[in-house]
T-cell receptor, first 113, second 115 residues
Framework: DQQVKQNSPSLSVQEGRISILNCDYT??????FLWYKKYPAEGPTFLIS?????DKNEDGRFTVFLNKSAKHLSLHIVPSQPGDSAVYFC????????????FGAGTRLFVKA | KAGVTQTPRYLIKTRGQQVTLSCSPI?????VSWYQQTPGQGLQFLFE???????NKGNFPGRFSGRQFSNSRSEMNVSTLELGDSALYLC??????????????FGAGTRLSVL
């Protein structure tokens, strides 16, 4: 039962263009969402988060959009850079006390120079 | 500040054996979580420890267990290894002061191969 789904295993984008990574979730109890980035041979690193009381959060080139009614969130990277090439994980959590974060399967982003 | 350290980085075991993985969190962090990463499955949550107590648990069989010591270091144990346990095991630490809104800092992982 995958509660957090990233349906695109990979995405290829030209440098300078927008990258849009999508994520769907099924559990309506999720109220906090995060994106992590992972390079090969390294652990994931936190990128950006959003609480369910918001529908948008920006941090530099990265913006996360949340559509609660559709149970959908997306990560926009503008402009995309070759260094952004990595696996991006969407994650979600409910208020269980502490961490019980559910991750998606990841989307591999290729940014072509 | 040193990051999250996981040892060993690579491990090869045979079916039926048991294995212990170690995680040293960032100094001052009190929460440690463990995840299993397999191709196509993303990161599957195993459990979370906070101040030596298991606070949350994922849907893994009892063969997977963990503990946390008073210095916040954590170990994960898998008994009676199966071929399907081959995966990258990731440990993440966080301050533990803001619950799940804390940022988790991940180690590079332990790659376990079960033959």
């Amino acid at each position: 039962d995958q509660q957090v789904k990233q349906n695109s295993p990979s995405l290829s984008v030209q440098e300078g263009r927008i990258s849009i990574l999508n994520c769907d979730y099924t559990n309506s109890m999720f109220d906090y969402f995060l994106w992590y980035k992972k390079y090969p041979a390294e652990g994931p690193t936190f990128l950006i988060s959003i609480s369910s009381i918001k529908d948008k959060n920006e941090d530099g080139r990265f913006t996360v959009f949340l559509n609660k009614s559709a149970k959908h969130l997306s990560l926009h990277i503008v402009p995309s850079q070759p260094g952004d090439s990595a696996v991006y994980f969407c994650a979600a959590s409910a208020n269980t006390g502490g961490f019980k974060t559910i991750f998606g399967a990841g989307t591999r982003l290729f940014v072509k120079a | 500040k040193a990051g999250v350290t996981q040892t060993p980085r690579y491990l090869i075991k045979t079916r039926g054996q048991q294995v212990t993985l170690s995680c040293s969190p960032i100094s001052g962090h009190r929460s440690v979580s463990w995840y299993q990463q397999t191709p196509g499955q993303g990161l599957q949550f195993l459990f979370e420890y906070f101040s030596e107590t298991q606070r949350n648990k994922g849907n893994f069989p009892g063969r997977f267990s963990g503990r946390q010591f008073s210095n916040s270091r954590s170990e994960m144990n898998v008994s009676t290894l199966e071929l399907g346990d081959s995966a990258l095991y990731l440990c993440a630490s966080s301050p533990g002061t803001s619950g799940r809104r804390d940022i988790q800092y991940f180690g590079a992982g332990t790659r376990l191969s079960v033959l």
